[in-house]
């Protein structure tokens, strides 16, 4: 007994300098921002008092609800431009093909990279004269008059893309450990019965792949949420508020037109949106562990 309570001392001792930064940087700010949320504030005058009346105001605010909309379509778009061609190119790269190595370090270069520079050269990939994405689509007799970022219908789509280009390489990695953790006697024993590879993949690969893919879909979710580097250097929330989401224009209501306690109200949102799109994702994990 004496043991446990010095071995649980220790842990307690250890996991306290963890604990408190996270109290002060994590779970401190969450709480501050809710409790500023409640005024009516621009920094300059004292903090009025308002309630919930920065929360009432969101149901009436029609660029707040186009962001939150934008914001979800960003989401769906860089989960579909993600998962499936990570998968797919892990598989491949899991087959001991020649090159495997080379192909998988370039993969992972663009992850490297800041989101400005990402930003900065995919702006001028996009550009609609020596854009060379305009001349690709040129080939497939696919005229665009503007730059995919300058119209409405191609914009979310095309920053999406931009997302899942630059960390694509990470989840490659991701799933490739995944697959070779599988162990090797479930895919001999399939390979004996005859099953095909559409068929090994279906049922064997992807439900002993759910708890990967379900990490990655959290990744991908908290991604999307602080994507505002990506808008506000691709875009900056244009064309016509076309590519705004809401961390954008927190930004915009926040520190251009000086509306701290709105903004907070915003932050707050956007806490409590991504906490339940997690909880949301983690319903799809295995409830019990995976036997090999």
């Not at 306290?16 to 994590?26: E, I």
């Not at 190119?89 to 992850?111: C, D, E, F, H, Q």
């Not at 931009?162 to 450990?177: D, E, P, R």
């Amino acid at each position: 007994m004496q043991k446990i309570y010095k071995d649980y001392r220790a842990i307690i001792v250890l996991l306290a300098p963890a604990l408190f930064f996270y109290l002060v940087f994590c779970l401190l700010p969450i709480f501050e921002s809710f409790f500023i949320s409640l005024f009516r504030w621009n920094i300059m005058n004292e903090k009025t008092w308002v309630g919930l009346q920065n929360y009432i105001d969101m149901l009436s605010d029609d660029v707040l609800i186009r962001s939150v909309k934008n914001l979800f379509i960003l989401l769906i778009v860089d989960i579909v431009f993600s998962i499936p061609i990570a998968f797919m190119l892990a598989w491949l790269l899991t087959l001991g093909l020649t090159g495997t190595k080379a192909v998988r370090s370039l993969m992972y270069i663009p992850n490297l990279l800041s989101t400005v520079a990402v930003g900065t050269l995919w702006v001028y990939m996009y550009h609609q004269q020596y854009g060379i994405v305009n001349r690709i689509l040129a080939l497939f007799h696919i005229e665009m008059k503007t730059s995919l970022l300058a119209n409405a219908f191609t914009v979310l789509p095309a920053i999406g893309f931009v997302m899942a280009w630059q960390h694509i390489g990470f989840y490659i990695l991701l799933y490739m450990v995944g697959i070779q953790n599988i162990p090797s006697d479930v895919s001999d024993s399939a390979r004996i019965d005859g099953v095909s590879q559409w068929q090994k993949i279906r049922y064997i690969t992807l439900p002993m792949m759910r708890p990967v893919i379900s990490v990655s879909l959290i990744l991908l979710a908290t991604g999307a949420f602080k994507s505002f580097d990506y808008v506000f250097v691709l875009t900056k929330g244009g064309p016509n508020r076309a590519s705004e989401v809401l961390s954008s224009y927190m930004y915009d209501v926040g520190f251009l037109q000086m509306n701290l306690g709105y903004a907070a109200a915003m932050g707050f949102l956007l806490f409590i949106m991504c906490f339940l799109v997690i909880k949301l994702i983690s319903l799809f994990e295995p409830k019990e562990e995976i036997q090999y």
